[in-house]
């Protein structure tokens, strides 16, 4: 099945483990260690937290897409 073929909800399936490994990560880390942490604020590290869950999420967009791409043949 190619990725033209898939339905809408299959294609939101394929990011339903992006959006669950995000949702806690970002809760986790800007409502809970980082305001009761001495880092607490816009600062070096919590920029750099942010750039590390956006590099997180364009690779795996990235790899989705390339694996829609060749499909199962390089599995």
Do not use: D, W
């Amino acid at each position: 099945m190619s990725g033209a073929q898939l339905s809408s909800r299959a294609r939101a399936m394929v990011y339903l483990p992006l959006a669950l490994h995000l949702i806690p990560t970002l809760g986790i880390g800007y409502f809970i260690v980082i305001p009761q942490s001495c880092i607490a604020g816009i600062n070096e590290l919590t920029i750099g937290f942010a750039a590390a869950n956006l590099g997180f999420v364009l690779s795996y967009i990235g790899g989705v897409r390339l694996a829609r791409k060749l499909g199962g043949a390089r599995a």
